[in-house]
């Protein structure tokens, strides 16, 4: 099948790569760029764990075709932390003990880190709502939610704990 | 694997180009949530991607001449954060808030979601009880459909391979203004519908002067049910009328029996959503 070329920045680096037209972004993301750390769940938009950001807003890698992110900007669970300094919502995440197996964790931290940007005093019923597409088997969600909570702005958390 | 070849048209007309030349061979592509599952299953083996998310023209909420025109691109998320869409046509901000989730929405289209014809589609429900009209273009040529008259079978539309949809319009009324939508799901979030219903009422002192009812997922697409908005066209509103008019919705409506709900359960619940959505309306 022929190749195309696009480009496209990943976790703030500029990358070229030759993609088919019906690959999927997970798999160059995984498999052509080796970043791991985007996991592939049900593969139809039901489970949030592929979630990476394309141009800051939370997507779904398994139902994005690859050939369609030329020119834009896709962030990655790597692509967070600074160096050795994890991001607050990867502290807090290690903190409350909201990872279990871990395997939704890159998605759930992904789509925290939209939903902050977006409302920086989000309340706990406007976190639950907005990570309604990121499912968890293991922590029953109270921890994750702590965690993210414990990362809104200071003014909301006088406000709501 | 099959050959599979992508275009990105730059244009609309350039899109239209290649769908007459492709006709079957070419499959639309934009927010891609029911395209790559459907790829993947093997349920559609196209042989050209036409990606369309690149025409701009497509993209949109416009304001005009007491109309209000829906770009087929406009993703839901971008419906839910309308504050013309929630003040003029709330029936619509409240389907796309109980839209799958919020990921999802952030490419998932409106075009997307009535071309794939689900009969749980979720936002063909509020857009018929809006009375919507849908823009349809191909190479040349150019018509209109009534939405109620786009749907034909599960999965499938009225719309020829050669054609794109290019619009969605509907009028601003009184009628739009005051509307209700009301869904049955397993959970909160990603459930697909077990029954949605949507009302738009106009009424004056207590008669109305107008309604329209559409459901979801309790037929096998779409619909309007005339019937019932026959029945109650100019009749007073009480709670006697609505007992009756609860009865025809179940009576009206056509399910089947499935994974997610019986038969008997989609007709009973229809009933009770009907009566929830005008008591909340009415009131």
Redesign the interface.
């Known amino acids: 099948m022929k190749k195309m070329e696009i480009e496209f920045i990943l976790n703030g680096k500029k990358r070229k790569i030759e993609v088919k037209p019906n690959d999927l972004l997970i798999n160059i993301i995984r498999e052509d760029l080796y970043l791991t750390g985007t996991k592939y769940g049900c593969g139809l938009g039901e489970c949030g764990v592929c979630t990476v950001l394309l141009n800051g807003e939370p997507v779904l890698s398994c139902l994005t075709l690859a050939i369609t992110v030329d020119g834009k900007e896709i962030t990655t669970i790597e692509g967070l932390a600074q160096g050795d300094e994890l991001h607050p919502l990867q502290k807090a995440f290690l903190k409350n003990g909201a990872v279990q197996c871990g395997f939704c964790t890159p998605g759930m931290i992904l789509t925290a880190t939209a939903l902050l940007r977006e409302n920086p005093d989000a309340t706990e019923d406007e976190i639950r709502n907005y990570m309604r597409g990121n499912l968890c088997r293991c922590t029953g969600y109270v921890q994750i939610i702590k965690a993210i909570k414990e990362c809104t702005s200071i003014k909301n958390k006088g406000l709501t704990n | 694997?099959k050959?599979?070849?992508?275009i990105?048209p730059r244009t609309k007309e350039e899109a239209l180009e290649v769908l007459q030349q492709e006709k079957d061979r070419a499959c639309i592509?934009a927010?891609?949530?029911n395209v790559?599952?459907n790829?993947?299953d093997k349920k559609i083996a196209p042989q050209i991607?036409v990606?369309i998310?690149t025409l701009e023209s497509l993209k949109g909420i416009f304001k005009k001449e007491g109309k209000i025109l829906l770009g087929p691109l406009t993703t839901i998320n971008e419906l839910i954060s309308s504050k013309i869409i929630l003040e003029e046509y709330p029936v619509l901000t409240q389907a796309a808030r109980e839209f799958?989730?919020?990921?999802?929405r952030?490419?998932a289209t409106v075009g997307g979601n009535l071309v794939t014809a689900s009969p749980a589609a979720d936002l063909a429900v509020p857009l018929l009880s809006l009375d919507a009209i849908v823009k349809i273009e191909s190479l040349g040529d150019k018509r209109e459909v009534n939405l109620i008259n786009f749907f034909t079978a599960p999965g499938e539309t009225i719309l020829n391979s050669h054609e794109l949809v290019v619009g969605i319009e509907f009028k601003q009324s009184d009628i739009n203004k005051n509307g209700c939508f009301m869904k049955i799901g397993q959970r909160?979030?990603?459930a697909i519908s077990i029954a949605t219903l949507a009302v738009n009422l106009d009424w004056k002192e207590n008669t109305i002067n107008q309604i329209r009812i559409a459901a979801g997922s309790v037929a096998p697409t779409p619909l309007r049910l005339t019937g019932v908005e026959e029945f109650l066209k100019n009749k007073k509103l009480n709670q006697e009328l609505i007992e009756e008019a609860v009865i025809k919705v179940s009576k009206e409506v056509n399910p089947i029996s499935d994974i997610r709900a019986s038969e008997g359960y989609r007709r009973y619940i229809s009933g009770i959503l009907f009566k929830r959505a005008i008591e909340r309306l009415a009131n």
């Open positions: 694997m050959q599979i070849k992508y990105s592509v927010g891609c949530s790559l599952p790829l993947k991607l990606d998310t799958a989730d919020p990921i999802v952030n490419t909160k979030a990603m």
